[in-house]
């Protein structure tokens, strides 16, 4: 068995949220880790620096053939498990898995209702929730490679879940069980990875790492991992539901019919 533990979501969906509280909890601060810090704790498997390239000038092949060596270097960060954020599909590309089974340790993969995520997303990348939308439903969904990070293969929202429901070793939380009972479900985290939690240094940790204490340091200082594109914050809203005044009927049906066999899976949507 590897050492990585991948920290796994399709976009926007509470992936920086689930490091900070890691980084809080293990690190045991007096005051919240800053935001900016969260690659001293937990590495981001997309970035070029990890692949001795510009992203942009490997092909989505020569990328994949890096990808086993590059996992196999980010073992080697810390002397007991590695945290690596990723928001690759659990799938193999070009004959070569994006997340190596044999460096992997196990996974904490996050839900979000996708309808939800659309509204998120949108503001992130600067697009129109139509073409979120879409790309949302596509099964060869990418993030592009820039100077700065290699490509990152997601696949359409369904099947980015479901890629992850069949690894093994894995955490399944949904983001709004999160914001329902944060101490719980973070606890379960902390379960998870072998660990007792410790009632008041789990709490702690969720206080430093609330959406309230990170939109304040990202509004003081900034967020380096902010899209200089984006029409919002990073961190935006941390609410769940709001895409019942957030997205027009026709934007709730499109969603509702592309991925409703998941949705239903975990109750975003009634039984049939």
Known sequence: MGKIVWLASYPKSGNTWLRAFLHNYIAQP???????ALIDFSAVECAAAFFDSPGDKLTPEATQRLRPSVHESLTRLHD???????????LALHGVPLCTPAHTAGSVYIVRDPRDIALSYAAFAGKSVEDIITFMASPQATNRATAQQVFEFMSSWSGHVRSWLSAKNRLVLRYEDLLADPEKHFGRVIYFLGGDSEPAR??????F??????????????????SAVATAPFFRAGRSGEFRTGLTLAQRLRIETDHATVLRQFHYLPPA
């Open 30 to 36: 007096t005051a919240p880790q800053s935001i900016n």
């Open 209 to 226: 790492s609330s959406f309230a204490t990170l939109a304040a340091q990202e509004q003081t200082h900034g967020y380096v991992a902010a």
């Open 202 to 207: 789990l709490r702690r940790a969720v206080e």
């Open 80 to 90: 007991d498990l590695v945290f690596v954020k990723t928001h690759n599909a659990n």
